[in-house]
């Protein structure tokens, strides 16, 4: 069964930085878009960021030009380098398998003010 693991979440203040990784395994994972979304409380779910085997990448308006997704195809990670964290960018930051419908179990990213 597919595992997808996320870990880098934590408290920082408004302004800080935070890099999350998602390690996948049982998975060819060169050729998979990967995914991360996030789940602010009592909000939907909404997708973060993109990006396929090829490299191409999509952003959420929200975090456009603060949030830097990237891919190590040779260690299986999917690495989301966040930057400029604003307290709206609280929640469970979840990894997403596309091909699959496969989560993550999420990575809680709390941004003081």
């Known amino acids: 069964q597919v595992q997808l693991v996320e870990s880098g979440g934590g408290l920082v203040q408004a302004g800080g930085s935070l890099r999350l990784s998602c390690a996948a395994s049982?998975?060819?994972?060169?050729?998979?878009?990967m995914a991360w979304y996030r789940q602010a409380p009592g909000k939907q779910r909404e997708l973060v960021a993109t990006?396929?085997?090829?490299?191409?990448?999509t952003y959420a308006n929200s975090v456009l030009g603060r949030f830097t997704i990237t891919r190590d195809n040779a260690k299986n990670t999917v690495y989301l380098q966040m930057n400029a964290l604003k307290p709206e960018d609280t929640a469970v930051y979840y990894c997403?398998?596309?091909?699959?419908?496969?989560w993550g179990r999420g990575t809680q990213v709390t941004v003081s003010s």
């Open positions: 049982r998975i060819t994972f060169s050729i998979n878009t």
């Open positions: 990006i396929n085997s090829g490299g191409q990448i």
């Open positions: 997403f398998l596309p091909v699959q419908n496969f």
